[in-house]
């Protein structure tokens, strides 16, 4: 290792709590359990929200998602009802530390890190994420490696369909996606001594989304005996050989970070938030008995008595029907403040099934960030600390759903991530408490003995050097 040129491995792993990692798989875990015991390890809190592609974007340009202009997955264009758009690699407007650090000359593989397709043109190679669209040829740059790749891979290995009721199926994809993506990321490795090599695993949060129910007896749906009980162990035994054997080339020059975006924890269920908006006038239908669980977008809404109307996901997305904004706005700008404190009081009251008080927390980006640009929600929800989904259906006729609207689910995103640090020339287990997500770039500039940009918003975490 050149004294000014250290080199850096980073492994993502989609949604894996400090629970599940260190302590409930971390029998099915022996090789990543020997890396943590030679490693700084703890907890990483995830951005608002908690969701994969801002979160990774947060996590690797140093600055939050309202700076970033990414808010989840699907993104509302600014004073439209229905035109929505998915972000991309494109869409962040700072650029990630990789981008920064190719540009500054070091040589760079990044791997499935989301946002990242289309694959960015770096210093060295870029593959695309789990949102690469089925069958895109303009996966990997440069493009003169993609059937190379194809043949080390031997099969896809951005995603597989998980949100349906054939498990098995979903099982044996998750499986076989996961030996594909080690195997290119070794290929990958192989290539040239890398200054920075990133690969991401998407596989863990598939697991928790189809499988939590059969790990976890104390989750709300578990199913005593099932065949499926043991896949989740499988999964963590298998990711554990690869991982550990990727592990095992790198040699005695190449730092390590393992992260994850965010964590998950049992699903308690759907939050209706439209049948709800509807049950208190923000929302008007002018079908007073929709189809049940119609997307709000196939809807007959009558605009000119609407309000307020929302979008699923793990938060709830909230949109003013503003005067002068909208098509048919029907709320002035001097209407917004008062309007929005009677939400505030209405959902304060929201009981659960069991007659709990749901616990909705209600924010406005720009009470969040920093700066906010893009196309942001008017405001943002989360119930019961994550653990209720947000469903933007109608037509249920209840405002709880035992699950998820989009398809079926187990599992919903929690804050707590981790963080494990592995330096070879000073191996040694220590405990590195809670870390901001906001902090994983500048630490990475630090550990690369690289210019960090002015605008970031986080600071090196001084337990990692």
Known sequence: ?????????????DSVSPDLLYRRFAPATPRL??????????????????????????????VDPGTLGLYGFRHRHGGSYDKMYIPDSGTPLRPMAWDVLSRLGRRVSVMGMPPGYPPLNLNGVAVGDFMTPEGATNWVTPASLRPELEAVSGGPFFDVTFRIDDRATVAHEILEMTRRRWRVARHLWQKEPWDLFV?????????????WKYFDPAHPKHPKGSE????????????DSEVGSFLDGLGPDVRVLIVSDHGSQPMDGCFCVNEWLIQHGYLALKTPAPP??????K??????????????GYYARLFLNERGREPQGTVAPSERTALIERLRADLDQVRTPNGELLGVRLFAPQETYREVHGDPPDLMAYFGETRWRSA?????????LDENDTGPDDAVHSFDGIIAYFDPQHPQKRDLGVQAILDVAPTLYRLMHAPAPDYLQGHPIAAIE
């Open 1 to 13: 290792m050149v004294a000014d040129r250290p080199r850096v491995v980073i492994i993502g792993l």
């Open 33 to 62: 359990q020997r890396f943590l015991s030679n490693s700084a390890s703890g907890t990483l809190k995830s951005c608002d929200p908690p969701i994969t592609v801002p979160a990774w974007g947060v996590m690797f340009s140093g």
């Open 199 to 211: 690969v991401h695993d998407i596989g863990p949060d598939r697991v928790h989304h189809a499988f």
């Open 228 to 239: 499926l009980e043991g896949f989740a162990t499988q999964f963590y035994q298998t990711l």
């Open 292 to 297: 049940a669980g119609i997307p709000l977008d």
């Open 299 to 312: 809807a007959d809404i009558d605009w000119s008595r609407t309000q307020i109307w929302g979008a699923g």
């Open 392 to 400: 933007g259906s109608v037509g249920h006729g209840r405002l709880f």
